[in-house]
Structure formats: structure tokens, C-alpha cells
């Protein structure tokens, strides 16, 4: 079987689609089952090529931010780099791991990863509901079958769009083997580079953006006592991302004390290290598709403090605690407790540790082949 695969996400830093689309990939091609294609933007490749980009300065963002119909222009030019490609390559399938499948004549599956602009326009930019309004209804008409990353996702897109049920495959994600469990002594040379120790930090993973709610965090962090801040730190690893003023105003002072320690982007093997010395990971996100960083800190080890909303608890199950987002109280309560009592915390890590082992991009790519699988026998004869 043939595949065209759009790999255009995982070209830069990768954030939440990217490492779906990457971790996907790779796990398709040690499949060894299928002949798969890469689009990359403009070209095509046989080879899963990642090319890492300056993660403080995101060019793409910018022009796509800055410059009128920049999208729709981008779009443009990368729907004929992929029409070439797709005439001459013929793929049995094509699957769009990125919502917005290009236009093709071919059989194809997209993956929808949440409805995050229907549901909570106000914590996108104005640009990026305009464009998925734009193109998503479209791109969702020409596919076969749709891949959801969760239950969650898959009732939604049925209730809200209308799309039939029977036509949607939820996938769990996976994790990568780089996030396990670590000793002092195997993470503390990479901690030092940080001026972190460990099992002295409270651990925030994500893009720095309203739907991440990392103010619900913060502010459940300032009601500990000023001692415990400084013993355990809140340390925020991730980009900025947008209409951050109001957190930035509440940031600050902390990081001048040392209270809050503010990473920024943090390579994927450090990352995995800065996981397995954490005490906990806090991930209070009003809405998730599905949700990576409380994985991958369940594979690492980590009692988990959680929202209770969307697809989260789908991950978490009974192994971590699960707070309304909005909860502060909740949220600090929560850390008080991880923080003194150590049997809750070594009980909830080795639930977290067990329930991650549900969860793999091996099984991942599995499920996603009964997809193409399925889509291919509907299709036998297609040219």
C-alpha cells in the first residue's frame, strides 16, 4: 500500500502536532508494511527528515501574524507543490495528520486533534479561527475516515459537526522510551545546566498560551508559604505563545526571587531529564485533544495534578489528581499534599508509571494501519 503523508508540521520545534506527526511516522515506517511519501511544504521525500529551526524566533508565525492573507498565500503555493507530487507519486492513501487536508482526488484520513477554536474561540488568535473556519469543513467533507486522538474528541466531532460516527477511529497517542523514571545521579548533570534539583521543582510543560490556563497554577502556587516557593520552585518549560501580558505581569517578580524559573524551549532529551526530576507536573488546561505532557510525565514517574475537563481524564484515569481549572483552591490544596505526604506521592507515581504502559506509538501506528487498511479495501480498484 502506498501512502502520501503531509509531514509539513514537523519542520521546526515541535509542539503538540508535530511530535504526533513525527512520533506517527516513525512508528509507521518500523512497520515496515506500507510505501510512504513525505510532503514537506513544498517538496516531497521517502525519507522522515526533521530539520529543528531557532526556537526563540518562529519566522512562520510571524509572517502568518504580520502579513495580510499570508495563510491563504502559504496554502496556495503548497497545494500545487503537493498536486505535482500527488499526480506523479499515486498514493492508495493520503493522510493528513494536521486537520486541513489539501485538495486530492485520492482516498484520504485526516486527524482531528480537538475542536479548540469552536469550543473556546477567545484562547485562539483571531487568524487561526479564521483559517480552520475557512478550510476545516471542506477538508473534512473529502475525508474517508477521520482518526480522533481521544473519546472525548471523537463524541464532539459527531455531536457538534454532525460527522457520522461511524466514519471516526479514536487513536490514543504514545509516548517516546527517552521519558522513564531516573535516579539523582543520572539526572543531575543536566539539572545543574538548569540550576535545578532533584525532586525540588513543580514542573509546568506546555505552550505559553491562554488555553494552557497556566494562571490557575500560579496563582495556587503564590498561596504556598513563601519557604516552600523557594524549596520548590515552579519551573514552566514551553514557548511563548500569545496574549501572555497579564500572566507576564504575575511572572516577574517571582522570577526575580526564584520562585518561578521560566526555561522557555528545552531540547527533547533534556526535557525527558527535566520530567524524571520533577516532584510533580501541574497541567491545568482548560481543553485538550489529548493531552501529551501528562504522559509523558506518567511514563517518567510524576504524580500528575490535572484539569478534569475534555480528554484529560481519558489519560490520567484514577492515577493522578483531577481538579476543575478553575479551581485555585483545588489546584493548591493538591500541591500541599504532593508536596508534605510522600506515600500519596509514591503511590500516585507508581499508578502513573503502570497506566502509561497503556499507551505507545507502536500501538499508535497499529491502529492507524487498520485505518488505511479499512480505507483501502472500500477503495480496491481506485487508480
Known sequence: MKVAFNASSISGSLTGIGQYAFNLANALIDQNTIDINFFYRRHWDKQLIHQASNPKFNYRAFIRNNIPFSYDLDRMISQFGFSQGLNAIKPDIYHEPNFLAFKSDRPSVITVHDLSWIKHPEVH????????????ENSLNRASMVITDSNYIKHELADLIGFPDEKIVSIPLGYETIFKPREFSDTQPILTQYSLTHGKYILAVGTIEPRKNLMTALQAFIK???????????????????????????????????EIRLLGYVPR???????????????????????L?????????????????????????DSGMLVDPYDVEGFFKAFELLINDAVTRNQLSIKALNRSKDFSWDLCAKNTLKVYQQIHKSNPDYP
Open 125 to 136: 488568535p483571531e487568524n487561526r479561527v479564521k483559517a480552520m473556519n475557512r478550510y476545516f
Open 224 to 258: 504556598l508559604p513563601k519557604k516552600i516557593r523557594l524549596q520548590y520552585p515552579l519551573v514552566i518549560v514551553g514557548m511563548n505563545g500569545w496574549l501572555n501580558s497579564a500572566l507576564d505581569k504575575q511572572l516577574q517578580p517571582l522570577m526575580t526571587t526564584g
Open 269 to 291: 532529551l533534556d526535557l525527558a531529564t527535566v520530567y524524571s526530576g520533577a516532584l510533580m507536573l501541574v497541567f491545568p488546561s482548560i481543553y485538550e485533544g489529548f493531552g
Open 293 to 317: 505532557p501528562p504522559l509523558e510525565a506518567m511514563a517518567s514517574g510524576l504524580p500528575v495534578v490535572a484539569s478534569n475537563t475534555s480528554s484529560i481524564p481519558e489519560v490520567i484515569g
